[in-house]
DNA sequence: CTCCATAATCTAGCGCTGCTAGGAACACGC
DNA sequence: GCGTGTTCCTAGCAGCGCTAGATTATGGAG
């Protein structure tokens, strides 16, 4: 039985490898340079053998943006708790997390931008993602009032990767993006919202 | 000199209907279906037909987001101005603002989402562009109080492009949209934010 | 009207992509 | 040590964006 455990063991460790080799290589130069003959010889294997672990390339893509979520998770939720009071939590979930697209661009292009088959807000959504809109929950449901707190959450976080992305790319300038940043967290502490 | 000027505008309309084809094949298949030899075929010229209007496909997808941005910035005005208050404006472009992104995904995919080669907030940007965006800082700087209305009306586009980006791709339920939507109108009329 | 230079267009092909069938090489159980 | 079953690689397909060079159409001159 002990054979059998190894093997797969191996394998294991083998899909791990792909994973962070194609995630290295995104992050140094682009998703467009992670074709599968690159990742295949980054591995020192063949191409055939990255589809005996993933159905595409889009599942390899899911796989790093999984990894990608589990990171963010974990540093929004070392801002959150970094923070003494409730805006000052807000104030630093935000930034920690315009600050993770910033600096991972593919990784956050993986989670976000690039097409993956990844079950959102449904029972089926992996921890990772769960922990990740969980920091969004926590952090601004001290603000939300009587509105519901997931919902007011989602918000947040569309804000967010809006401001996000389009000063990633070049939509909106880099320049006074802090002010951008107070602005979004002034409106949404400053007062209880409750449309309708 | 009137052959010529037949030429010209023989090529400008070839033109015109290179990116009304791409745009229209975009529309019904998505982007991954507009491939040089598709588009080719659709127009009734061989592919290197397309190079000699456009740098590369890039080019074209550019001048498709730039059709965009006109459509949007009508819309948008049309939107604003059939509303009695402020508040009734900026409800109503949101919305306007949302409705296009769902009902559009691949116009929208081309102004937001492709690699597009515009100069966004520059001296160069193009009167369509700055049409779109000055609609934004119109229906904006009746909330802006003491901020600068340029920096709401990107803030508050970015919020809307969030919601409408993880909405469209499924990263947040469709369900309840109308409530964020509210929740995010609220947040930006409540009260002047003046951060810092 | 014919010829010819020039301009416009097409055919064919390059190097790349994601992906896969079929044969070769390996590891394992006996 | 040997069959057997698994694992892996070589080679190739169809399609991609893009382009060099041949081919055809066009418009002015004689």
Redesign the interface.
Known sequence: MSIQARKERDRAQREKLIITAARELAEAEGWDAVTTRRLAERVEYSQPVLYSHFKGKDAITTAVALEGFADMAAELRAARTAAGDPADALARLSAAYVAFADQRPALYDAM??RKVNLP??TPQTPAALRAAFDEFVEAVSPHAHD??AA??A??F???????A???R?????RE?HD??L???????T??P????
């Open positions: 976000f931008s959102f807000a509105t519901d919902l007011l989602e918000t976080w569309a804000a967010l990767h809006g401001l992305m389009l000063m790319d070049g939509r909106i300038p006074h002010l951008r107070a602005l979004l967290l002034a409106s949404f400053h007062r919202a409750s449309p309708t």
